[in-house]
């Protein structure tokens, strides 16, 4: 069996290494001319970590990434709203990992070399478009260069993002990724530890969010951590197009920036401006994402990732969310009677579960509790509990990571 998979990000090159250990061939399509590690950090959350290590990547995590040990989300003052251990500090057999995203790319890149060789990777090479025969599907390719080309294989994965080509085939009426109206803003500067050196912080209510997590350590400097921050706010009206196309590698403006945290934020851990100010480069991308979908597969074809379900940068599940797809994805390869089977039941599992976590981000996710906290309390607090009682902060945290599929079972 040999798959066809339109992509070269986390998604697909993970799901290449899966279906590899199914036994099952691949070649990679990259519209991009070479795979490079770009971005800023990601968290990865414990069940997709479970999946990276079975893959053997976990001394690599461990060496370019930071296991991180707790999560605090307070308001815009600094206080407290939540807090809560993370990974194995709270009891997970396998840790969660904060990394540059770029270093995690490049990591699985180097797995996928090491293990399928490097010609399983085009580069320069964007799917265009597919047909289905009976036996096999084929894609139309395009080159850089402008030359044409075809491949052609048993199953096609749409692994190639929000602005996905092999979902616009088999969705040719849906339009555009929907904006939410927030802009967000992130960057990686080196800054001094705070607390241990692995606490994650997110801080700030409906106006303007801002979060702060270090990725990684310099054994030569014990003293600083690389460190990402985000800044997410509100700048126009959902469903309106945003000023500028979604673009993972669009530099942000300091001026259009800044306005969201000077003199908003007061944190015993950062000034919010000092840290973007000192970046230097950094990123801007608007919050899209797409209505859930009925179905992703379709004969020999389906999608997989942002392809099937782009959503919102909150709750750290986008690429976790990928990963487990992959897994599912070649379990069922593995083990169905034929493709059609296998890609039917790929789609039944994954599609309900993603698309439950889509509408949850819609409405801010585990992050959902700060904003429920400053509603009532738009000007700081005495007492949380006043606020909003312990019971009904756990629920909104809790009933996030439960639909996440990350929560852990009670002893």
């Not at 970590?49 to 990434?65: C, I, K």
């Not at 991180?68 to 206080?79: C, D, H, K, M």
């Not at 491949?151 to 009426?173: F, M, W």
């Not at 400053?374 to 607090?381: I, L, T």
Request: glycine share 12%.
């Amino acid at each position: 069996m040999k798959a066809l998979i339109a992509g070269a990000g986390i998604g697909g090159l993970i799901t290449a290494l899966f279906l590899r250990e199914a036994g099952i061939d691949v070649e990679i399509f990259e519209r991009a001319d070479a795979v490079r590690e770009l971005g800023v950090g990601i968290n990865m959350l414990p069940h997709a970590v479970r999946e990276l290590a079975g893959l053997g990547l976990m001394p690599e995590l461990d060496t370019h990434g930071i296991r991180t040990r707790e999560l605090i989300y307070a308001n815009r003052f600094g206080q407290t709203v939540w807090q809560e251990l993370r990974g194995v500090d709270a009891g997970y057999d396998v840790p969660q990992i904060s990394i540059h995203r770029g270093r995690l790319l490049g990591l699985i890149h180097e797995a996928v070399i090491e293990k399928l060789g490097r010609d399983v990777i085009r580069t320069g090479c964007r799917v265009e478009g597919f047909e289905q025969a009976v036996d096999s599907v084929s894609v139309r390719l395009a080159g850089h260069d402008g030359r044409s080309g075809r491949a052609q294989g048993d199953l096609l994965i749409g692994a190639d993002g929000i602005h996905s080509t092999v979902r616009a085939q088999l969705y040719p009426d849906e339009g555009p990724p929907i904006w939410n109206g927030v802009m967000l803003w992130r960057g990686v500067a080196e800054w001094p530890v705070w607390r241990d050196g692995r606490t994650m912080a997110i801080a700030g209510g409906n106006f303007a969010k801002f979060v702060f997590y270090p990725i990684a350590a310099d054994p030569e400097r014990p003293d600083i951590r690389l460190t990402n921050w985000a800044v997410m706010a509100t700048t126009g009206p959902r469903g309106a197009s945003p000023s500028r196309r979604e673009d993972w590698t669009r530099y942000g403006v300091l001026e259009e920036a800044l306005p969201f945290v000077r003199n908003r934020f007061r944190l015993d851990f950062v000034d919010p401006a000092a840290i973007i100010q000192t970046t230097g480069n950094f990123y801007e991308y608007p919050n899209c994402d797409r209505e859930p979908l009925p179905r992703w597969s379709f004969g020999r074809v389906t999608l997989l990732g942002d392809a099937a379900h782009p959503m919102y940068p909150v709750g750290s599940n986008g690429a976790s969310q990928a990963i487990l797809d992959a897994k599912s994805l070649a379990l069922h390869l593995r083990v169905a009677g034929t493709i059609g089977e296998a890609l039917s039941a790929y789609d039944q599992e994954r599609r309900p579960a993603t698309s439950g976590i889509v509408l949850a981000n819609r409405q801010g996710g585990p992050e959902g509790v700060i904003d429920l906290v400053e509603a009532r309390a738009p000007d700081g607090f005495g007492d949380i509990d006043a606020v909003a009682s312990h019971e009904e902060r756990e629920g909104v945290v809790r009933g996030y990571a439960s639909l996440a599929g990350f929560a852990k079972r009670k002893e």
